[in-house]
């Protein structure tokens, strides 16, 4: 049978001295070094105390903020849509007479509708502001 000092005779040649040491009574204090360690680890200071309080309540805060100016965006645009449906009763005879209604007829009601919301004042005034020749829309129509 072969010995290890037949398969590797380079390495039964190497000294078998250990060439590190650890330091008299190394192991008996290791206990309480790795205990004072972890002890001081734990310790956090007041300021990162504080610090860690005030991120979780900063964190709220910016999640309630967003969610209040979601819901109103949200609330904003369904109120804006009401004012396009506002005008039921065209809607509704649109709705009921859709195939009756030729060109005449429904500029005769959207022409009543918006007698109702703007005054002649208001249209005078934007012909007027914004240089429009009221005789060419009259020739228009």
Known sequence: MET?????PKLSKINKVQPFRTPDHYFDSLISRVQDKIATEKEISFFEKVLSKLNLQITLVISISIFIIITYI????????KSISQNTDLVSMIDNHIYSF???????????????????NDTINFLVNDNIDESLLSNEY
Not at 74 to 81: A, E, F, T
Not at 102 to 120: A, C, G, H, I, V
């Open 4 to 8: 290890s000092e037949d398969i590797y």
């Open 74 to 81: 949200g609330v904003k645009m369904i109120s804006s849509d």
């Open 102 to 120: 030729d060109d005449y007829t429904l500029m005769n009601e959207m022409d009543d509708q918006m007698s109702n919301t703007l005054q002649n």
